[in-house]
């Protein structure tokens, strides 16, 4: 009877310890510490959120730059990959389908290689980051679509080159650019050329 009470004990203990105190010290150092990424590293559009950096959105729009493929549509509830092997049929006809759909939107040529970002849904199905070189083979769509100027086209270059986040720690997983904060960035520059140019 004893051991079954300290055992009991025990498990109070290391319930309220683990529990309780030791996920809320670390709830509280990240709110203090990192206070966006402990709330969901949300964006806001005139007060709106509009979603997570963390989390990608199916930007379908040909107007707006173009995420990585999703093999559960962007559904944060069934989250992961296709689990296809890599001599799938259903995987080659999905990747060169993409890869059509890709060339012919961006204008690109039989010869251009085609990132593999753009081919292959990530493993969680919400990556929220493409390649810098995804980004790039975008630009001329999106200006067209938007029916950008010369120099709204040349901003958008350097819009999306300073959109580039580096490797961590200068060694560390790949260069990539979040989807979210681009397009919402693209729409900041057509705003205000419209707000300065009276459109």
Known sequence: ???????????????VLTGLIYPAIVTAIAVVCFPAQAHGSLTYNKGYVTGSRLIGQNFADRKNFWPRPSATNFSAMPSGGSNLNPIS????????ARRDTFRVANGLSAVDTIPGDMLFASGSGLDPDISPEAARLQINRIAR???????????????????????????????????????????????????????
Not at 1 to 15: E, Q
Not at 89 to 96: E, F, G, K, Y
């Open 1 to 15: 009877m004893k051991s079954l009470l300290h055992a009991f004990l025990v498990l109070i203990v290391l319930t």
């Open 89 to 96: 049929s259903s995987l080659r006809i999905a990747v060169d």
């Open 145 to 199: 679509e938007r029916n950008f100027t010369n120099d709204q086209k040349a901003a958008l270059v350097s819009l999306v080159k300073s959109s580039i986040v580096p490797r961590q720690l200068g060694f560390l997983g790949s260069e990539r650019v979040n989807v979210l904060r681009l397009n919402q960035d693209v729409e900041n520059l057509e705003r205000e050329h419209a707000a300065i140019h009276g459109n």
